[in-house]
């Protein structure tokens, strides 16, 4: 129930209790949530207070709309993985299918920001590929991977279609990937992505970057955008302790 007394706002009231719904499952994954109407008969809000609430839980991905039927509750989010697994491996850790469509498959040379990033000099031969990735079919992230050709020789005359990549520098060529590193920052997908994607256009997504090293060589650099409506960032926190 709302307590018109308490301090906390009614809008914040109101979220607590749809988000108890969903996380006590009596609301499941596309459910529809009760109209505006209803919520404000049952609680004794305004039409206002609970829109506000509505579209705060939609923005945060916890609902979606359907214009003309309703909102319904969206799917968790999957947790991004911040270690330096592939995605072949990662998805099925979480069980799902995992899938790759190539977009695109060529030998380029690198040029300077490219060649710095791999620490390879300018114009040195790199496999540019780009792949859309998918879990049990649907469009998770767009990956556009540089891999120098003296790492991989022949890489291109594989294919990489339902196969893993770092399963296949593993297996052909004894690539270990043993560090890496990674940027993470929120972005606007393009339109091509938006369409690779399935997305609106301008829809926000993630945008990471990794290097993954092998015996101190960079034999990767992703580019990579994926979407912000199906991953968020976790992390656990140490206090900081002892410093000056
Ligand atoms: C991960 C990596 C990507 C790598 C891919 C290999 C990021 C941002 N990307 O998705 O760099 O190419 O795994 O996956 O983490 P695969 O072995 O399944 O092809």
């Known amino acids: 129930m709302i307590d018109p007394t308490s301090p906390v706002p009614k809008y914040s009231q109101l979220r607590e209790i749809l988000l108890d719904w969903i996380e006590e499952s009596r609301l499941g994954v596309d459910d529809a949530v009760p109209s505006e109407r209803e919520l404000g008969v049952k609680y004794g809000l305004s039409r206002m207070t609970v829109r506000q609430t509505i579209d705060h839980l939609v923005a945060e991905g916890k609902l979606y709309r359907v214009p003309g039927k309703g909102t319904f509750v969206a799917r968790p989010k999957i947790e991004m993985s911040l270690r330096l697994a592939s995605f072949t491996e990662d998805m099925r850790s979480r069980g799902y299918v995992p899938g790759a469509r190539d977009l695109a498959r060529r030998i380029v040379p690198a040029r300077g920001h490219l060649a710095r990033m791999l620490g390879i000099a300018p114009g040195t031969p790199v496999h540019h590929i780009e792949r859309l990735r998918t879990a049990d079919g649907e469009p998770m992230a767009v990956e556009r991977s540089n891999i120098p050709l003296s790492v991989a020789p022949g890489l291109n005359e594989h294919s990489l279609s339902g196969r ?20 993470i920052e929120a972005g606007i997908c393009d339109s091509t992505d938006a369409r690779l994607l399935g997305l609106p256009s301008a829809s926000a997504v993630l945008l990471l970057q990794r290097r993954s090293f092998a015996n101190g060589r960079c034999a990767e650099l992703a580019i990579s955008t994926y979407r912000a409506d199906r991953y968020q960032l976790h992390s656990t926190l140490d206090p900081q302790r002892g410093s000056a």
């Open 164 to 183: 893993s990549l770092y399963q296949l520098l593993e297996e052909e060529y004894g690539l270990l990937l043993d560090s890496g590193e990674q940027t």
